[in-house]
């Protein structure tokens, strides 16, 4: 791998996401020119976006959000929080990682469902499985 270096390691680390071994790709990678693997690593590059952003559009749609909201312009002064859990913890969804339940309850028009979708769209985005329900 030596021979070209930052490219060779381009070139596996890309394959690698495209679960492809590292020993096919390290031989590539020494046995192409540089044009070549770097032909090779702009490949497994797209290919590795693409599988990205088919595995996000394939959360989104599982997710079955009644439409799709972010916390663009999301209205934070009807929001009570309870004792521990702030805005920050919410956004980081580090709540998830605690494998908390979130509960939203309010009345009519506070953005409970708005808040509900931009944390699906959250967790989507950062490769998590998320389901939106309602009561």
Excluded: I
Aim: glycine share 8%.
């Amino acid at each position: 791998m030596a021979a070209n270096g930052a490219l060779a390691r381009r070139v596996v680390e890309a394959g690698r996401a495209c679960s492809l071994t590292t020993a096919v790709l390290e031989e590539w990678s020494e046995l192409g020119t540089p044009r070549q693997v770097e032909y090779l690593a702009g490949h497994l590059e797209a290919e590795r976006a693409s599988r990205e952003a088919s595995k996000r559009a394939t959360l989104l749609r599982r997710c079955a959000l009644p439409a799709p909201k972010t916390f663009d312009g999301y209205d934070w002064a009807a929001v009570s929080w309870p004792e521990g859990l702030g805005r920050e913890d919410l956004t980081s969804l580090g709540f998830l990682e605690r494998r908390e339940d979130l509960v939203l309850m309010g009345d009519v028009g506070t953005g409970k469902t708005h808040m509900a979708s931009a944390l699906c769209m959250l967790a989507c985005e950062r490769r998590l499985e998320a389901r939106f329900f309602t009561a």
